[in-house]
């Protein structure tokens, strides 16, 4: 999700509850100011509801922005069919461990 389509979410959708951790965050207060004023702006959303909402699509928005960095090895070809490099950039370790790490926190308790 962008950022620019999160007004428009909070003015329509009730918020969705998933699986989610905590964290603890410290912001500086005029980040906490514009926290309160969206919570003011769109009473049905919590403090935690907001900032989670801004981080999701912060971290899409980082994925878009991470540079693709093309390789030597050639691993498809695209509807043209012009070569489509390896990326040696930041994106493939990303996915990589954020994969990785949900499966960890989505697996089950060793012994339930």
Do not use: C
Not at 88 to 109: C, D, V
């Amino acid at each position: 999700m962008r950022i620019a389509e999160l007004i428009q979410r909070w003015g329509k959708q009730p918020h969705s509850r998933t699986t989610v951790r905590l964290y603890t965050v410290h912001l500086p207060l005029r980040d906490a100011a514009r926290i309160e004023a969206l919570r003011v702006m769109y009473p049905g959303r919590s403090d935690s509801q907001l900032m989670a909402d801004l981080i999701s699509a912060a971290l899409d928005e980082l994925e878009v922005a991470m540079p693709y960095i093309p390789g030597n090895r050639i691993i498809a070809e695209d509807d043209y069919g012009d070569p489509i490099y390896e990326d040696l950039g930041p994106t493939p370790q990303f996915y990589s461990l954020s994969h990785e790490i949900l499966r960890k926190l989505a697996a089950p308790p060793i012994g339930k």
